[in-house]
């Protein structure tokens, strides 16, 4: 990535991503891991979703930065993967083991953290925002956009990378969200404890990948 650009500049992703991918040509897996805002509203913060599909929404008409705009064929479609088959099997090993490794947050805490995972969960991407102000009402109208295309499933999480990364590789895939805030309350509930929020919720993001893979790799 670039560091004098935007630090989330969806471009910058999909440029770089692509190299990773080359030099580590037909992975068995590919994890996308990070913090996300969760779709339910709040009271889940510090909670984690693990899923395989995902949906990308680009929230503008006319790109904020015209000759930095990344696009897709994909966008707004559900997008499967082939990790959807170890989905299943690692839903058939979870114990609520895990759960007792994960913190709380200070703000909008889950009571207590839980894991939530299944085939029915979807990563919602919203991709090509460069002023962070803009999620305030890009993201929901992702949500919106999701509920009208696919009304039998559920939105798991939403955030800007976990998509983008599906949408650069073939491989079989999962993604791992960790809560920090729901929907359009990063200012209520990130802001004011921002490191600590953050912490958190990729803390418990990073266990829970942890369980997953030493399950993948059994």
Request: charged residues 20%.
């Amino acid at each position: 990535m670039d560091a004098d650009e935007y630090p989330s500049l969806t471009w910058g992703k999909a440029r770089v991503l692509p190299r990773v991918f080359r030099a580590h040509p037909n992975p068995e897996l590919v994890l996308a891991l990070g913090t996300a805002a969760c779709p339910k509203g709040s009271g889940f913060n510090g909670s984690v979703a693990i899923g395989s599909r995902v949906f990308v929404h680009d929230p503008y008409k006319t790109p904020p930065t015209p000759s930095k705009n990344w696009t897709h064929a994909e966008l707004n479609r559900i997008v499967d993967s082939k990790g959807l088959a170890l989905l299943g099997y690692v839903s058939k090993q979870y114990s609520a083991e895990v759960e007792k490794r994960l913190l709380t947050p200070p703000l909008g805490a889950a009571c207590p953290p839980r894991v939530e995972l299944g085939a029915e969960l979807v990563s919602l991407g919203v991709v090509n925002v460069t002023n962070p102000d803009d999620y305030k009402w890009a993201d929901p109208q992702a949500l919106k956009t999701f509920e009208a295309a696919a009304p039998k499933l559920t939105a798991a999480s939403s955030e800007t990378t976990h998509g983008v990364i599906r949408l650069c590789s073939e491989a079989p895939y999962l993604f791992v969200s960790g809560f920090a805030n729901a929907i359009g309350k990063f200012a209520e509930e990130v802001v004011p404890r921002k490191y600590t929020q953050n912490f958190v919720a990729a803390h418990n993001a990073a266990v829970t990948a942890a369980w997953l893979l030493r399950e993948v790799l059994r």
